[in-house]
């Protein structure tokens, strides 16, 4: 995803750049242009609307709302904490907007091309006959009322949040909370993996990672080449499927 693995990729040195034409800015984590992959940090305005016309993409959007709210249609609003999923072919947008402004961390799979639904058959988000997606349509959770469980493929100690997964493909992703004093035991990921700190720190084999900090690697590293947390960690962690390089 990034053009060396593990390497520590911080917000607060890249550039905003624009995201459309309706006022987003971006700051583009990583991005894999052979498969289309996209994660990135957006920034949604104080009082930002969209083009105020339904439409959908051929690509997936994956969200994890950082601070403020946004909404689509002023019937359901996603806030900080949030984690929602939108397929490939879900028709949506029709009325976005953020009163109080927002940032997100939001990954495709693809170039988010809006292609427009002038007359949408449904007042909210609703799916087209090509709608085709293992993992199905998240409309929203609030990650703090997910349970923490522990997972036998994770290293003892680490404790996660399911949010969402690909019943078909094994990808999925997960929200992950480190405890302090933990120490490396030796464990991999079976597939490539992209990871963002939310709280916290951890140390690695290349980087301490911060708040902020965001990193990727092949299947066969551990998140953040992992090597122990003192004071305790929490990151959101997307899991490609099984096998992948």
Not at 30 to 38: C, D, F, L, P, V
């Amino acid at each position: 995803m990034i053009a060396e693995p593990l390497a520590r990729i911080r917000p607060d040195e890249i550039t905003w750049e624009p995201l459309g034409t309706h006022g987003l800015r971006r700051k583009v984590l990583g991005r894999n242009e052979a498969s289309g992959y996209i994660t990135a940090l957006v920034e949604i305005p104080v009082g930002w609307r969209g083009g105020g016309i339904a439409h959908f993409h051929h690509a997936f959007e994956e969200v994890f709302m950082l601070d403020g709210s946004v909404t689509v249609g002023g019937t359901h609003y996603w806030h900080a904490g949030d984690y929602f999923f939108r397929p490939a072919h879900v028709v949506h947008g029709h009325d976005e907007r953020s009163e109080e402004g927002a940032l997100a961390l939001i990954r495709s799979d693809g170039p988010l091309a809006l292609l427009l639904i002038h007359d949408p058959e449904q007042p909210d988000e609703y799916p087209l006959p090509a709608y085709n997606d293992g993992r199905g349509h998240v409309y929203g959770v609030k990650v703090s009322e997910i349970e923490e469980v522990l997972d036998p493929s994770f290293p003892a100690g680490w404790r996660i949040r399911p949010l969402s997964a690909d019943a078909r493909s094994g990808a999925r992703t997960v929200m992950v909370d480190v405890p302090a004093g933990w120490k490396i035991d030796g464990s991999v990921r079976t597939a490539a993996w992209e990871a963002c700190i939310l709280e916290g720190e951890i140390g690695g084999e290349r980087a301490t990672f911060a708040t902020g900090d965001y990193s990727a690697g092949p299947a066969g590293s551990e998140v953040f080449g992992a090597r122990a947390c003192e004071s305790g960690c929490r990151f959101i962690l997307w899991l490609f499927a099984p096998g992948s390089a």
